[in-house]
């Protein structure tokens, strides 16, 4: 595999997109290049698991080097492209190294979208990586432990607010285990608080939840968040956020732990390309996923803005990227014995959000679940797609505690500071007054 002759693949983003690609051409005499910023591959669905202290980021991770280290044509690197040269073929990457290319696939994702409030970053987190779901958790078990502290009434209420902005499948998820955190959780971990009283507010600019999803099920949804004491506002958009919390037009509702869950931006990368974007920064690409006017360029997943037969556009969701990453590393494949390229077809397999201990959706075409049945079909899915035989096993384990118990075992704080409870930090020693000699 060594030989120059062998052409020359570059895949950016170890996500479902370019895990996939690289699994596409398997035995392909190619030399194969895989780059991430991280060196683990995150199954994102379970990530708000994370955030809401029911698994550990170990559970739906998994090393990239492990995941690929049976497929000999193929090398991984740490690294994170910055901008790339379509004419010379070649991707820049920081610290100023450069990797030449003769097929290159872009998979690097999307970020948060606060639709020009960037400033709202810092009091309303997004969810896309561990740091998010790291983050999340430690302010929402942090503000518990600040209620506990505090004396003033309406402070409390203020550290037992949880404002989730944003009710799409993630959004709602978040909101639903919130709300499971504060129903069952920790209902008999504190003396001076009832979490029970906790508020779980979600809201959504626009008329329903799960704006995306049938109107059936979307009610459906909507009864089951509020049989979990959810506080939906939908119709609401939001004009300020602040480290008091949140405003909806003229409405104010003080909180100390906001969510951001509304909206995503493509990846900056797909600017450096020269293709055209749509409102997401998403690269619109040819039907068979290559750049216009660059054939040998693919983009695949969130970075993608991808069109349907009917005009409609394929989903930002895990089976939509793992479709278009097999299909980009087929299309090489084709293009080595000379084949014709072919259309990229979605496949929907339906989907699902899941709201609670036996509280779920589900899309399936023709079939529209709800409550028990599509939760354990999301069980199922979730599951099945899951990278490596441990994080199944740790993840049916952590599940199955948690429904017999309603516990959740990594409600672990990381990163606390005790300026954030309201505690004043310890002097230096130097400081410190002497004690008296004890007689």
């Not at 559970?59 to 010379?88: C, K, Y």
């Not at 020009?116 to 942090?142: C, F, M, N, Y």
């Not at 390229?341 to 929907?348: E, G, I, N, Q």
Request: hydrophobic residues 45%.
């Amino acid at each position: 595999m060594e030989s120059t002759k062998h052409p020359r693949v570059v895949i950016l983003g170890g996500g479902f997109a370019g895990l996939y690609a690289v699994r596409a051409l398997d035995g392909v005499p190619l030399r194969v290049t895989l780059f991430d910023r991280r060196n683990h591959h995150l199954f994102q669905p379970l990530l708000y698991q994370v955030a809401s202290a029911a698994l550990n980021p170990s559970d739906i991770a998994t090393p990239i080097r492990s995941i690929l280290r049976q497929q000999r044509n193929v090398s991984v690197f740490l690294g994170e492209a910055t901008s790339i040269d379509p004419v010379g073929r070649k991707v820049h990457f920081r610290r100023g190294s450069v990797e030449p290319y003769d097929y290159l696939i872009i998979a690097t994702g999307a970020t948060h979208s606060y639709f020009g409030h960037p400033e709202w970053s810092q009091w309303a987190p997004g969810l896309k990586t561990i740091e998010d779901a790291l983050e999340i958790r430690r302010r929402v078990l942090l503000a518990y432990e600040s209620a506990e502290r505090e004396d003033d009434p309406a402070i409390r209420q203020e550290f037992l607010t949880f404002v989730v902005i944003g009710a799409g499948p993630t959004g709602v998820e978040l909101a639903g285990a919130f709300a499971e955190i504060a129903l069952h959780a920790m209902n008999r971990d504190f003396r001076r608080i009832d979490p029970s009283q906790a508020k779980i507010i979600l809201v959504e600019g626009l008329p329903r939840v799960l704006p995306s999803y049938p109107e059936d099920l979307s009610d459906k949804a909507r009864l089951q968040l509020e049989g979990m004491n959810v506080r939906i506002r939908t119709s609401s958009m939001v004009t300020s956020v602040d480290a008091g919390g949140v405003t909806l037009g003229e409405e104010r509702i003080s909180a100390r732990t906001v969510v951001w869950a509304a909206g995503v931006q493509a990846s900056s990368l797909a600017r450096s390309l020269g293709a055209p974007l749509d409102k997401a920064g998403r690269v619109i690409v040819e039907s068979d996923l290559s750049v216009p006017d660059h054939p040998e360029i693919f983009v695949a997943g969130d970075l993608a803005s991808v069109s349907n037969e009917d005009g409609s556009k394929v989903p930002g969701v895990a089976s939509a990227a793992i479709q278009e990453g097999k299909h980009a590393g087929r299309t090489i494949r084709r293009d080595l014995r000379g084949q014709a390229r072919t259309p990229f077809r979605y496949r929907d397999k339906g989907s699902l959000a899941t709201i609670g201990r036996a509280a779920a959706v589900a899309d399936l075409g023709r079939f529209h679940l709800s409550g028990w049945i599509a939760w354990m079909a999301w069980l199922v899915i979730h599951i099945f797609f899951l990278i490596g035989f441990r994080n199944r096993v740790m993840v049916v384990t952590e599940w199955a505690w948690a429904y017999l118990t309603r516990r959740r075992g990594a409600r672990l704080i990381t990163g606390e500071s005790d300026s954030e409870l309201g505690i004043a930090p310890d002097p230096p020693p130097e400081m410190k007054p002497a004690r008296a000699a004890e007689p």
